[in-house]
């Protein structure tokens, strides 16, 4: 019989959005795998080295070491390089000295991504669409990645243009309301309220709020009820709107 939670399916992977900023991450090899692995983890503000001979380095790689963007390493993998770092990822093009890595990271308990040896993966990396703090990530689940990124620029292109700005309005929001609002007993009104904001508003009214629209509407903060942006200018002293109300 069908219970009332969700069915569970399996043969999936655990999707998380991990905080590595700060943290270090050693990346071996310097082809164009490395290259779009960098890019990743430094959108993520992690601190990022490199060890790959210098000979072997392709065009991007070398251009992020010349920014200082990333440590580099010039000489091949060796054991001590796995010292104090938090996250590895491999993408050699010599099966051997990647099965000696892993097998490395499993002793130390690094979690590692091994990019020619999907099931020596700790986890796989996913095609990520990046919008200002909004990202979004396809897997395919090592079925498909060519697919996954098909899929993914689907997705992008049936997004509204606005979402990355909506969401970065509501990130702003959502502090202030934690310093109107801060104690714990409050918590799911102020969570209803914020649903209620995130429901009521259009992406465009939430993208066009100012930080005087934000204090204003803060300033008007009653669990339960939201009023609409344009009651909120009104009230705003310094004629920010000039909505019809205002003729
Ligand atoms: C398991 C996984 C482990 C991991 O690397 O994390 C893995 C493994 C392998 N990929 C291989 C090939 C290709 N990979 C790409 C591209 C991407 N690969 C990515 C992830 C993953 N690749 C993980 C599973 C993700 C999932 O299933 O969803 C993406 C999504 C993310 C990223 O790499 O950052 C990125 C798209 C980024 C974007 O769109 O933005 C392309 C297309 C291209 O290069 O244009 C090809 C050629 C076409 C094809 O094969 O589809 C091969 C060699 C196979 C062989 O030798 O035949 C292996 C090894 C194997 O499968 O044995
Ligand atoms: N997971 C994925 O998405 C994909 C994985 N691959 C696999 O990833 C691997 C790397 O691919 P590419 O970047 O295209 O190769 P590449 O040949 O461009 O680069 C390999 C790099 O590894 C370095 N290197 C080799 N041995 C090393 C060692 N012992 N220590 C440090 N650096 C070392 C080389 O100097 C070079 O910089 C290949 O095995 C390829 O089959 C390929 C395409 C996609």
Not at 188 to 204: A, G, I
Request: net charge negative.
């Amino acid at each position: 019989m069908k219970g009332p939670y969700p069915d569970i399916q399996g043969g999936g992977s655990l999707l998380l959005a991990w905080q590595i900023r700060n943290k270090r991450v050693l990346v071996v090899g310097g082809g164009e795998v490395a290259a779009g692995r960098i890019v990743n983890i430094l959108n993520a503000d992690a601190k990022v080295t490199v060890v790959s001979p210098r000979d072997g380095l392709n065009d991007e790689v070398a251009y992020r070491i010349e920014q200082k963007q990333v440590e580099h390493v010039d000489r091949k993998f060796e054991p001590s390089d796995l010292d104090g770092v938090d996250m590895v990822l491999t993408a050699v093009d010599d099966p051997d000295a990647s099965t000696q890595i892993w097998k490395l990271c499993k002793e130390k308990k690094i979690a590692a991504n091994i990019a020619d040896v999907p099931p020596e993966c700790d986890f796989y990396f996913g095609s990520v669409h990046r919008d200002g703090p909004l990202q979004i990530m396809v897997s395919t689940n090592g079925n498909g990645p060519k697919l996954a990124n098909i899929v993914r620029r689907q997705i992008a292109a049936g997004l509204p243009k606005n979402i990355g700005a909506a969401v970065q309005r509501v990130g702003m929001l959502r502090k202030k309301l934690r310093k109107v609002a801060p104690n714990i007993e409050e918590g799911p009104k102020r969570m209803q309220w914020m649903s209620k904001v995130c429901e009521q508003y259009t992406l465009e009214e939430l993208c066009s709020m100012t930080e005087d629209d934000m204090e204003m509407l803060l300033g008007f903060y009653r669990p339960g009820t939201v009023p609409s942006l344009e009651e909120v200018r009104l009230q705003e002293p310094d004629g920010a709107y000039d909505g019809p109300f205002l003729i």
